[in-house]
T-cell receptor, first 115, second 112 residues
């Protein structure tokens, strides 16, 4: 079946521009996660959504970062006024529920380069 | 709080040799542990996970890991390395809120 998909696969932008990254989770998965992978910081949690509950935003690095999930499915991560330190691979994952033992399935990621 | 430490950012083995990738964790709650593999320009793929029960966990591609509570370890092994095993490997612990906390990763090089 279809896995987690992300778009675009690559994004190059200029410092100060806004960007939107999209994630399509596996159909039926209620939990959706965003992580960031960078050389200096490794893999970091950003935000997660579980059903209709308020999202856990505890990993967002600044108020320039925001995310939404529409209709309990597709999610968009928005970075406003991008900075060079935002350059990273942004990974999305989904799982069938947000229990601690559940497997998170990852998408291929969006590589963001801020010039 | 939870944390994960992977000893060795780079490991090099010869094809056919034993693979041993080390992972130690810290957790204030019973840990649920995962190993993921990442091939170049791809997302993360689950190799195996430990939740409860048997402490020796078998995963895909011939990998296995043993949960040792006394040593707070969850090392990943494979008896015989294959060229296709070259990738980056991440150990992770699931926090009590569901998010994964990853180690820094270990790049495995397999030499012919």
């Amino acid at each position: 079946g279809a896995g987690v998909s992300q778009s675009p696969s690559n994004k190059v932008t200029e410092k100060g521009k806004d960007v939107e990254l999209r994630c399509d989770p596996i159909s039926g998965h209620t939990a959706l996660y965003w992580y960031r992978q960078s050389l200096g910081q490794g893999l970091e949690f950003l935000i997660y959504f579980q059903g209709n509950s308020a999202p856990d935003k505890s990993g967002l690095p600044s108020d320039r970062f925001s995310a939404e999930r529409t209709g309990g499915s597709v999610s968009t991560l928005t970075i406003q006024r991008t900075q060079q330190e935002d350059s990273a691979v942004y990974l999305c994952a989904s799982s069938s529920w947000a229990g601690r033992t559940d497997t998170q399935y990852f998408g291929p990621g969006t590589r963001l380069t801020v010039l | 709080a939870q944390s994960v430490t992977q000893l060795g950012s780079h490991v090099s083995v010869s094809e056919g040799a034993l693979v041993l990738l080390r992972c130690n964790y810290s957790s204030s709650v019973p840990p649920y542990l995962f190993w993921y593999v990442q091939y170049p320009n791809q997302g993360l793929q689950l190799l195996l996970k430990y939740t409860t029960g048997a402490t020796l966990v078998k995963g895909i591609n011939g990998f296995e890991a043993e949960f040792k509570k006394s040593e707070t370890s969850f090392h990943l092994t494979k008896p015989s390395a294959h060229m296709s095993d070259a990738a980056e490997y991440f150990c992770a612990v699931n926090s009590n809120t569901g998010k994964l906390i990853f180690g820094q990763g270990t790049t495995l090089q397999v030499k012919p």
